[in-house]
């Protein structure tokens, strides 16, 4: 079992920023992509960004150029740097690790964008 802890939701105003981290614990090894999806109010999950264990990336293209994700191996985390934000970037944001063919989530953090 992996178990996925998120932090740093909040409520911060159009234009600015906010940080996610996640630390996953448990039956780590061999998991291979980390990565961030958000679920808005009445839509369906989507993704955000993931990235692998070798440090290759992908982003949603709603958010290329304003978030950065990045991970940290030897401590068991993956960080959402997100900037820019927009309102429409409010939304549940959720943490998730995949080993093997099954993917873990974590409990989720609000984000919400100010108008």
């Known amino acids: 079992q992996v178990q996925l802890v998120e932090s740093g939701g909040g409520l911060v105003q159009a234009g600015g920023s906010l940080r996610l981290s996640c630390t996953a614990s448990?039956?780590?090894?061999?998991?291979?992509?980390m990565g961030w999806y958000r679920q808005a109010p009445g839509k369906q999950r989507e993704l955000v960004a993931t990235i692998t264990s070798g440090g290759s990336t992908n982003y949603a293209d709603s958010v290329k150029g304003r978030f950065t994700i990045s991970r940290d191996n030897a401590k068991n985390t993956v960080t959402l740097q997100m900037d820019s934000l927009k309102p429409e970037d409010t939304a549940v944001y959720y943490c998730s690790a995949r080993k093997l063919a099954y993917t873990y989530w974590g409990q989720g953090t609000q984000v919400t964008i100010s108008s």
């Open positions: 448990g039956t780590i090894f061999g998991i291979n992509v």
